[in-house]
C-alpha cells in the first residue's frame, strides 16, 4: 500500500516502538503473526498514525487496546484513526490486551478467519 500522506516525523517512533513492544505485542508477533502465512509489518506508519500490524495483502490493520483506549482522550482518537483506515480501505480488527491474555487462540483464528478470502494473493507466504 502506498501512503496518501507520510509523516516522516513518525519514522524514529516507529523503530522505537518496534524495538519495545508491549508483552501483548511481543506475544502476538512471536506466536502467531511472525510465521503468519502472509508477510505482516509491525508499527506501520499509515498516514499521520502507526498501526501495531499492518497486513498488506489483507488491507488489514491490527491493534492491540492497553488501558489508554479507555480513557475519552484514547477512545476519540482511535475512532479518528479507525476512520482514516477506513477511508483508506483499511479493515480494523481491535484486540484488549486482556483478549491477548485471556483467548489468545480466539485472537489468532479470528484474524485467520479476516484474512482467509486473500489466500493466494501475491503477498502470501506459502
Request: with cysteine.
Amino acid at each position: 500500500m502506498k501512503n496518501t500522506w507520510y509523516s516522516k516525523n513518525l519514522k524514529p517512533y516507529a523503530q522505537q516502538l518496534r524495538k519495545d513492544m508491549t508483552k501483548e505485542e511481543r506475544k502476538l508477533w512471536y506466536d502467531f503473526l511472525k510465521t503468519f502465512p502472509f508477510i505482516v509489518k509491525r508499527q506501520k506508519i499509515i498516514g499521520g498514525y502507526i498501526a501495531d500490524f499492518y497486513i498488506p495483502s489483507c488491507k488489514t490493520v491490527i491493534e492491540l487496546d492497553g488501558s489508554q483506549h479507555y480513557t475519552d482522550e484514547g477512545k476519540e482518537y482511535d475512532l479518528e484513526r479507525n476512520n482514516y483506515m477506513i477511508s483508506a480501505g483499511i479493515t480494523v480488527l481491535r484486540y484488549s490486551n486482556a483478549d491477548i491474555n485471556q483467548n489468545f487462540s480466539g485472537v489468532c483464528e479470528d484474524i485467520r478467519q479476516k484474512c482467509l478470502p486473500h489466500m493466494g494473493k501475491s503477498q502470501n507466504r506459502s
